[in-house]
């Protein structure tokens, strides 16, 4: 042994050097370290502070389960919380650790320790919960919290991969390879995922033999024979971390073989699943078993195995079974003095006992208290009749059993069942298709996993198990011991939350019995280790409390995911751009080179919102420019995202009929009507038109953000409630683009851009279509109007409508044309008291109240929704009205503002759902729904501000211009 | 992510679907039903601790609305009743 490092062995590269920063200091640790082996070969013991108390802490395992040593990297990779036993070391490598300030040895923070008493369980419920938690959560979490968070977003590269196979095994340890080894030669479809660095599981750990050579030497034969089979897939670093219903499961691999590529999410459908997570330690509660340099034995053998560190002189074991004695070997091996092993048990078994032959070994004996504050120096041990001892040591390596890693399992809902002898929770009934296997399913012994991994595998295969492996192991026996009860000192059960046995007991005292509410009131097993070492401490400690069994306390729920998982790996190539795409119109292109501000029109259509003269034209003046020239000369927009659907067959007409309120059988061909579609419970769905195109065929017009919500009902309707009927409904919203030309010039740039029709108001009239040539292009051209002017919809093919566009633009110029915004177009639909959906119906909004009772055809025999709305409106009560409104004073009006009665600070009588300033009365108007407001024209109502400010408004007709309509007809 | 058995497009993913609900009984015709149950109908939807036949629209697929037997204590895909019947 040279220095902290041993000098043969491990799993590292010793001429690979790398140099690394922790808390501004430089190291040097090698090519195969994690960040803590690092940190422990270069003697550094404190590693962060704790969230609550601050209390220092050291590295206590030596994987995913780690509650203590967290970091946070710094650099371009920069990422917060991180568990210090799970970053690999790299070159260049700089972390600091969490909590400190200014470094873990001397932390301003741990004043808060002197105070430690006024922070209980339940502390921030209790003491902050008035006015509201939101107050204190910026201070507290300053003061108490993790790492802080990256300044730049992540810089990762990501991808999603799909995979589908015969068998999932999750975990390469030795009932894992065993069973992914069985199902490969049985020729099954195979996906191995791994979270460790290599392949090996808990054999990495520790010195075993199988077939009379050293087990890794097995695992390499078995990886091999694995890599060269063509159905398997074999991921090492891949966390398989969530769990879905139907055998879904996610796996996200960090160290991807692409270069550039920062890791890679698999989506995995699997037949079947074996769990071959092996299992975690746990620790016992006593008093300061938080100190750095107390430590799990196993993790203490994986420092000595995997990574040559051993930076410890004097060893106690603390232990209340048999697996701490083979770290009790192996300390001694290493060249370490074991001053004792201490063991809860009265009865060591004997084969143990021979493991550490020579070693001093205390039976009935526990160690009660950790002496050191920031390094261990000693413990103190006390004998079956009480009396109490010092032993000197700089490591405690402890051990309080085994736990199976049914978290994966769990997620799958698979039950549990307490195992006395074990003194763990196992699998017992399994939903999905899984199984588990090794230590996992309580196979705790090399012999009993091997043959566990290859009975499993060989089952799925539909296959007699084949014969495995020789090996042998330390049979495992144990006698459950949770805490050790000691008056003074903090023996905690969850070290990353800072939860203590006091807290458990505190929370049954105030009536929090059950393990879920321990959990939350505690916080015990929130952290982002998610109790991997404490949480059946945790259960013990209450069963123990209750004088119940652990099985009768129950653990608390297993949730996704297992281990933390960047965002980024989640997402894969959903990001940016990627993440939602935009739709563009064949025109968004031109309206972006125009200058165009632009929003979303819905169902992620871009649409200009307005199109300012120069940059720094005002918004309002822009849209008032608009508004002006279609409302006196003429204006062009893009109307292509309109929803619109095609439906057609014999049954359309009475099809129709039945989804809107109004009659749509009895139009006749070319012509079209404003309609109605409500759900059946009598709430607005949509509206728009309806044209009909010859005897069987119909054009159906809807909202750009319900295209696919109109769709759904439509073949809902169709599939499910009408499945006789012969109709066919195809969505052509991306089939036609159009350009919707309105203003009183609308016809004179229509005839100027050519039409093979008549244009007149006689042959052409308002709500009629004709299909023919403009501008020499086939089109559909529809007299609609959504601004209350002359208007063409002139539609035709998506490829056709970029040379439409400019011809329009050409023919309009000398009428002074402009292209329009939906910021214009909303304006325009105020004044006219033409209806937005999401703007005028919340809900509770009929038709009726809209002042759309004209719709509402009362002969037809039966529409969807008419007998909802009728039963409503027999109940009576006030209904919500469109009105429209004008501030007195000429000022604005929020959308969204209450109404109330006389403006008091009393409950509101209606809001304001729009409002703008009219280019035609050049003054604010708005629209609102007002209780009663149908019968409340000319009255004074009030709209009242947040801080109390009282607008009164004149109560009108919801129509500010033409209300004859006489414009949209010319 | 359930796996859904589309009866065009074999068993896909339920991220390819929506879901439509529970399947409620047929329609009742409005002139032969009197307010109290017609209200029933439609708001009272089966909710029950087991299997429940729902309706899913293969909306990232070939259209069709289709109906499955789902057991809400496990997300198993049952046997169950045709609704073609
Ligand atoms: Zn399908």
Redesign the pocket.
Request: aromatic share 10%.
């Given at each position: 042994m040279t220095g902290k490092r041993l000098a043969t062995g491990g799993r590292i590269d010793r001429n690979r050097p790398l140099r690394f920063t922790f808390d501004g200091r430089g190291y040097t640790g090698f090519a195969g370290d994690t960040l803590a082996s690092a940190l422990l070969a270069n003697g550094v013991r404190t590693v962060a502070r704790s969230f609550k108390y601050h209390r220092p802490r050291g590295v206590v395992t030596a994987g995913v389960e780690e509650p203590a040593a967290l970091v946070e990297l710094l650099g371009p990779d920069a990422s917060g919380n991180r568990q210090a036993t799970t970053v690999p070391l790299t070159e260049g490598l700089a972390a600091r650790s969490v909590n400190c300030w200014p470094s873990p040895r001397f932390d301003l923070g741990a004043v808060v320790q002197l105070a430690a008493r006024a922070i209980p369980a339940g502390f921030y419920y209790k003491t902050f919960k008035w006015p509201g938690w939101a107050l204190y959560a910026p201070a507290i979490r300053r003061a108490a919290g993790l790492a802080s968070a990256p300044d730049h977003p992540p810089q990762g590269v990501y991808e999603t991969r799909h995979a589908h196979c015969d068998l999932l095994v999750a975990g390469a340890g030795p009932a894992g390879l065993m069973a992914a080894l069985v199902a490969a030669r049985a020729g099954l479809r195979v996906v191995l995922a791994d979270e460790g660095v290599e392949a090996g599981g808990a054999l990495l750990s520790r010195d075993l033999l199988i077939d009379g050579a050293p087990a890794r030497d097995w695992v390499a034969a078995v990886v091999a024979e694995l890599a060269a089979a063509p159905l398997v897939t074999h991921l090492q670093q891949a966390s398989v971390w969530g769990y879905r219903e139907h055998n879904y499961l996610m796996v996200t691999e960090t160290a991807p073989d692409r270069p550039g590529l920062t890791a890679r999410g698999w989506r995995v459908r699997a037949g079947h699943v074996i769990t071959a997570t092996g299992a975690l330690e746990r620790g016992i509660a006593f008093a300061e078993n938080d100190r750095p340099g107390v430590m799990l034995a196993g993790s203490v053998q994986t420092y000595l195995h995997r990574n040559a560190v051993a930076p410890w002189r004097r060893a106690v074991v603390f232990t209340n079974n048999n697996s701490a004695y083979a770290a009790a070997a192996d300390l001694a091996a290493a060249g370490i003095v074991v001053a004792a092993i201490i063991d809860s048990r009265d009865q060591v078994p004997e084969d143990a006992r021979a493991r550490v032959a020579g070693l001093p070994l205390r039976a009935g004996h526990v160690v009660t208290r950790v002496l050191g504050r920031a390094g261990l120096r000693g413990v103190c041990v006390a004998s079956p009749d009480g009396a109490e001892a010092r032993i000197d040591c700089d490591l405690l390596a402890v051990s309080g059993g085994w736990n199976p890693s049914v978290h994966l399992w769990s997620q799958a809902r698979g039950t549990l069942r307490y195992d006395a002898d074990l003194a763990a929770f196992l699998p017992d009934r399994a939903v999905e298709n899984v199984t588990a296997a090794g230590a996992a399913a309580g196979a705790l012994g090399l012999p009993d996993a091997l043959a566990s991994g290859a009975e499993v595998g060989a089952r799925v295969a539909g296959l007699p198990a084949p014969a495995v492996p020789q090996a042998s192991d330390l049979p495992y026996a144990i006698t459950p011991l949770w805490q050790v009860a000691h008056p003074r000192g903090k023996a905690f059960v969850d070290l990353q939350n800072d939860v203590t046995v006091a807290d458990v007991e505190l929370a049954l005292r105030e009536g929090y019995a059950d393990v879920e509410l321990v959990k939350r009131y505690t916080t015990a097993g929130m952290g982002l280790d998610q109790g991997k070492t404490g949480n059946v401490t945790v259960i013990g400690t209450l069963a123990q409390a209750q004088g119940r069994a652990p099985g009768e306390v129950g653990t608390t729920t297993f949730r996704a995911p297992w281990t933390p998982v960047a965002f980024g790996a989640i997402a894969g190539q959903r990001d940016g751009p990627l993440a939602l795409p935009w739709r563009e119109t064949p025109v968004t292109r031109w309206n972006i080179d125009r200058g165009a501000m632009m929003y979303e029109a819905g169902a992620r259509w871009r649409r200009p919102g307005y199109f300012p003269a120069t940059p720094d034209e005002p918004m309002a003046e822009a849209i008032a420019r608009e508004c002006r020239a279609v409302r006196f000369g003429v204006g062009v927009y893009d109307g292509s995202p309109l929803a619109k659907f095609e439906i057609k067959g014999p049954d359309a007409a009475a099809f129709l009929d039945h989804l809107y309120t109004n009659r749509m059988s009895s139009l006749k061909p070319r012509r079209g009507r404003y309609g109605l579609m409500l759900t059946d419970d009598g709430l607005i769905l949509d509206d728009g038109v309806c044209f009909r195109l010859d005897a069987a065929r119909w054009l159906v017009s809807g909202s750009t953000g319900h295209a696919e919500a109109l769709h759904r009902h439509l073949e809902y309707q169709r599939q499910t409630s009408r499945p006789g009927w012969r109709v066919f409904i195809t969505p052509v919203t991306e089939q036609w683009a159009n350009a919707t030309i309105c203003g009183p010039q609308a016809r004179a740039v229509m005839q100027a851009l050519g039409c093979d029709f008549d244009l007149s108001a006689q042959a052409f009239p308002f709500m009629q279509l004709r299909e023919g040539h403009v501008a020499g292009l086939p089109a559909r051209v529809l007299r609609v109007s959504f601004t209350g002017e002359l208007s063409y919809e002139v539609n035709v093919a998506p490829r056709h409508l970029p040379a439409l566009w400019q011809q329009v633009m050409g023919a309009g110029a000398p009428h002074g044309i402009l292209p329009v915004g939906s910021e214009a177009n909303h304006v325009l639909r105020v004044e006219k008291g033409f209806l937005s959906l999401a703007h005028e119906v919340d809900g509770t909004a009929d038709p009726h109240d809209l002042g759309l009772g004209w719709v509402m055809a009362q002969a037809k025999p039966d529409h969807l929704g008419q007998r909802a709305v009728a039963i409503r409106r027999a109940g009576g009560g006030v209904r919500r009205e469109l009105v429209g409104v004008i501030p007195e004073g000429d000022t604005p009006l929020p959308e969204g503002a209450p109404l109330t009665p006389g403006g008091q600070r009393v409950a509101s009588e209606g809001f304001i759902t729009a409002c703008v300033r009219s280019v035609v009365q050049d003054r604010w108007l708005g629209l609102a729904l007002l209780d009663n407001g149908h019968a409340r024209h000319g009255e004074t109502a009030h709209v009242r501000l947040q801080g109390g400010q009282v607008i009164p408004v004149r109560v009108a007709a919801p129509i500010h211009y033409d209300p004859e309509g006489e414009r949209l007809r010319s | 992510m359930l796996l859904i058995p589309?009866?065009?497009?074999g068993p896909?993913d339920e991220s390819e679907f929506i879901c439509g609900g529970p399947v409620r009984p047929p329609r009742p015709d409005p002139a032969q039903t009197s307010d109290a149950d017609w209200t029933d109908w439609l708001i009272q939807a089966p909710n029950p601790v087991g299997p429940v036949q729902e309706h899913w629209w293969?909306a990232r697929?070939?259209?069709?609305w289709?109906t499955l037997w789902r057991d809400t204590r496990s997300h198993e895909i049952v046997a169950g009743a045709s609704d073609d019947g």
């Open positions: - | 589309c009866p065009f497009c896909r293969h697929g070939c259209g069709v289709l």
